[in-house]
């Protein structure tokens, strides 16, 4: 009976180890996502925070960064985890949205990345979302090789802004258009709608020298005159 017993300790012991050996090597494919006081929060990554001044008060800080720390799949996340932040970034309420939070990061437009609650609002920050007649301001910025992200363009002008968003709604969906490479990778930019709300819209855009282009659904490119807008 003894010997029984140890026999299925030691095989206990070689699975809980095999186990073990076997998530070391796994490599999770982490969304970005936060939780805290029991709620789940992914990134709005069609969204920025649109003024600092929407912040409003300090509810905690992240406890514990889980990508690169943790390689069991069954991992259960708690309060204070974050997929990508590290241990003791600051965690925002902001001003009349229940369901939305902000960390800081040097990583995003405005020094913050935001989240929304997934037992909140659905998520809704696409273009096709954005109340067109509401958009006051455009900031264009262009992704630099260093990550950073310089501001290229501002404007403020209402008749500017409406040919701007005209020729976004003008594009033509091309899911088959491959990149031309010859003169090197696409350049990188981020376009920022201002509405006045908390969260701005953020289109991601790009152009390979020869075309401009961007992802509302499918590949979509865009009229060349676009390109007046990317003058400094």
């Known amino acids: 009976m003894r010997k029984m017993l140890s026999v299925c300790l030691l095989l206990m012991l070689i699975l809980t180890g095999c186990r073990s050996s076997l998530y070391q090597d796994i490599a999770i494919d982490w969304v970005d996502f936060v939780k805290w006081n029991g709620v789940e929060y992914d990134g709005i990554f069609n969204g920025v925070l649109a003024d600092e001044s929407f912040l409003d008060k300090k509810i905690g800080e992240v406890k514990f960064q ?13 309060d204070g985890d974050a997929a990508f932040h590290e241990k003791g970034t600051p965690i925002y309420s902001l001003k009349g949205e229940s369901d939305i939070i902000a960390l800081k990061s040097s990583d995003s437009i405005k020094g913050y990345s935001v989240y929304y609650s997934r037992e909140g609002k659905k998520y809704r920050w696409r273009f096709q979302d954005m109340p067109i007649d509401k958009v006051v301001k455009i900031e264009i910025y262009q992704l630099q090789p260093s990550n950073t992200k310089e501001r290229l363009t501002e404007l403020n002008n209402s008749e500017q802004i409406s040919h701007f968003i005209q020729i976004f709604k003008n594009s033509k969906e091309s ?58």
């Open 66 to 78: 889980v990508a690169d720390h943790v390689s069991d799949p069954e991992y259960k996340t708690k």
């Open 175 to 232: 899911p088959n258009f491959q990149p031309n490479t010859e003169k090197g990778d696409p350049l990188f930019y981020q376009v920022v709608f201002y509405t006045g709300e908390a969260i701005a819209y953020l289109q991601n855009l790009q152009y390979d020298g020869y075309t401009y282009y961007w992802f509302p659904n499918e590949t979509a490119t865009l009229a060349n005159e676009i390109e007046d807008f990317f003058r400094k």
